[in-house]
């Protein structure tokens, strides 16, 4: 038999930035449980893996769905009762001029089809910085080089309007917002909506607006729809069900297309072609979404209690420990900590894992300005968890930066 070399089968170049920091620690955790410690994981947004409980009616109807045997294909954009239910919560929050909704195998499917079905190569799409990773990783996904405007810390995470303005190009197609945002719990402004809105009006560009934790908010002010500030701009809408109905591993979201309709007309039948061609979303699981979107609510005051409860406990820590500093989050369940401190934010929570076993991502796996330093906490445990974390990285810092 002769022998065959096997030659190593190289991946795609343009995945070489695609960076997921929130799993990619996980090697770093896998060590220190092999040495026989347990991780406190404080890195994961899956509610699930604390005290929060699917609604038991939203797992009746994916059960009945199965039971009556909805097992098949669906339609591509999602089932009709679950479209209408959309249309119907788009109207709730204010969006007047809904032109097309669809479901996807949750808002990350969203993300990437409708990236993919806007850009060209040598276009970009404005992302901001700090973000949620995938973003980028679609980005690079499809050769994209990235153009992010920041967000500014100073300014409770606010959109720095004119980083956006001097990051437009003439190839500039579209701006993400992320609002709630993650990783910095940061809710825009009802002005700033609407100066981004003139924005994407004088650049002839198309808002994502990512409304996936819209009604995660903790200060009792209510959510602002981009939608429905600038019913007249070409947007689509992310919502989904991991977040506000606790079903993360549903893998149910969707997109609410709204605008002139004239102006997003080829977009959607874009977006159509590729919804096509993937067939459809989890079928039984869209049986939950008009039972979600309208029936009983009562899960959200209490969940809206329990973080509100923990990112008071969380922002306290910040508050009162030395090198820390944080922008009290409104929204969501992250919080994105300034920490002062001579080395890099990589290094600050690898170093925390091998030695506290405690768990959390650093700033540049989200984007950050430079020369700063953050790292993301996930403030879903619960109290006695969180304090134990928080007197662990405090201790943690107070003996690794004392002598400087
Ligand atoms: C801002 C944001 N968008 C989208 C997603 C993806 O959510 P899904 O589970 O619906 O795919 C997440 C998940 O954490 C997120 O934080």
Redesign the pocket.
């Known amino acids: 038999m002769p022998v065959i070399q096997a030659r190593e089968i190289s991946a795609a170049s343009r995945l070489e930035n695609v960076r997921y920091a929130i799993r990619d620690l996980a090697c770093v955790a896998d060590e220190v449980v092999k040495q026989g410690h347990k991780v406190l994981p404080l890195n994961v ?1 899956d509610p699930l893996n604390f005290d929060f409980q699917t609604p038991p009616h939203m797992i009746e109807a994916v059960y009945k769905a199965m039971r009556d045997g909805k097992n098949g294909y669906a339609a591509s954009p999602g089932i009709p009762e679950a479209l209408e239910a959309i249309r119907s919560e788009a109207e709730r929050k204010g969006i007047t001029t809904v032109q097309d909704v669809f479901v996807t ?7 990437d089809l409708c990236l993919s079905a806007l850009i060209n190569a040598g276009e970009d799409v404005l992302t901001p910085s700090p973000d ?1 990773p ?1 973003y980028s990783a679609v980005l690079c996904k499809l050769g994209i080089k990235l153009n992010a405007y920041d967000l500014n810390e100073e300014d409770a995470w606010q959109p720095e309007l004119a980083d956006i303005e001097r990051k437009l190009t003439p190839r500039t197609r579209g701006i993400v917002l ?1 609002n709630p ?2 990783p910095t719990g940061s809710l825009c402004t009802r002005q700033m909506l609407e100066q981004v809105a003139e924005l994407a009006r004088r650049h002839n560009l198309i808002v994502f607006s ?1 409304e ?2 819209d009604k995660l908010i903790l200060d009792g002010t209510p959510h602002i729809a981009f939608a429905s500030v600038a019913p007249d701009v070409p947007c689509v809408t ?1 919502g ?4 506000n109905y606790l079903v ?1 591993g549903w ?3 969707w997109g609410i297309i709204s605008g002139e309709a004239g102006a997003v007309k080829t977009y959607t039948e874009g977006v159509h072609r590729l919804l096509r061609a993937r067939l459809c979303a989890n079928h039984p699981q869209q049986y939950a979404i008009k039972p979600a979107l309208e029936g009983p609510q009562d899960h959200l005051p209490e969940v809206q209690r329990k973080l509100r409860s923990r990112r008071d406990l969380t922002q306290k820590w910040c508050e009162s420990t030395p090198r820390v500093s944080c922008v009290a989050p409104r929204g ?1 369940f992250y919080a994105f900590p300034r920490i002062d401190i001579p080395e890099s934010d990589e290094i600050f929570v690898k170093e925390l894992i091998r030695q506290k076993h405690v768990m959390v991502v650093h700033g540049s796996g989200f984007g950050q300005k430079p020369g700063t330093q953050h790292f993301r906490i996930v403030f879903l445990p619960e109290e006695k968890t969180l304090t134990k974390a928080y007197g662990s990285i405090g201790d943690f810092i107070q003996e690794r930066y004392k002598k400087l």
């Open positions: 947004g195998a949750g808002v990350s499917e969203t993300v949620y995938l992320i945002n993650n990512d996936i934790y992310f989904g069900m991991s977040k993360p893998r149910i979201g969501a």
